[in-house]
C-alpha cells in the first residue's frame, strides 16, 4: 500500500477547450445578431461659406423654391400637389436626361415648415442628386 507515495510520473495535464470554444462561439454569435446592417441614407451637403459677393446660377442648374404654405416650385412652375411623391415625379420629369451632377439650389421661405424643406431634400436625395445649395440672403437684406 502506498498512500503518501509518489504519483505516477507520466500523467499529462490536458487542458479542455470545447467549453472556451462554445463561450467564444456564443459570443460571436450574440454580436453578430445584435449589430445592425442597415445603413442610413445620408444626403451630403456641402454648406457654402458667407460671402458679400453674390454667385451667379447656372442656366443648366434646377432650383426648387419652397413658400410658406409648402408648396413647391419647380424652376418657377408650381408642384400641383405638396406631397413627396409629385415632387418626385415633376423632377423626375424636368431632368429626365439631365446629370445628377448638376446644381440643385432649394429656396425656402423664412416661414416655411422645416418638414417642406427636409422632403425636398430626400426626394432629391433618393434621385441621385448630389450637389444640393440651400440658398439664403444675408441678414439686413430682407426678403
Known amino acids: 500500500m502506498n498512500f503518501g507515495g509518489q504519483q505516477d510520473a507520466h500523467d499529462d495535464i490536458e487542458f ?11 459570443l460571436l454569435i450574440f454580436f453578430v445578431v445584435t449589430t445592425t446592417f442597415q445603413q442610413q441614407a445620408l444626403v451630403r ?9 453674390a454667385t451667379t446660377m447656372n442656366s443648366d ?11 413647391f416650385y419647380l424652376n ?3 408642384v400641383l400637389q405638396s406631397d413627396p411623391a409629385s415632387l418626385r415625379e415633376a423632377v423626375q420629369a ?7 451632377e448638376q446644381p440643385v439650389t432649394v429656396r425656402a421661405d423664412a416661414q416655411t415648415p422645416h418638414q417642406a424643406v427636409i422632403t425636398a431634400m ?15 440672403v444675408r441678414s439686413g437684406e430682407g426678403g
Open 76 to 78: 418657377q412652375l408650381e
Open 45 to 53: 451637403i456641402d454648406l457654402p461659406e458667407a460671402s458679400a459677393d
Open 122 to 136: 430626400d426626394v432629391l436625395g433618393q434621385l441621385g442628386f448630389s450637389r444640393i445649395s440651400l440658398a439664403t
Open 16 to 26: 479542455n477547450l470545447i467549453p472556451l470554444i462554445d463561450v467564444i462561439l456564443c
Open 61 to 71: 442648374s434646377l432650383e426648387i423654391l419652397i413658400d410658406a404654405n409648402g408648396r
Open 94 to 100: 424636368y431632368a429626365a436626361d439631365a446629370s445628377r
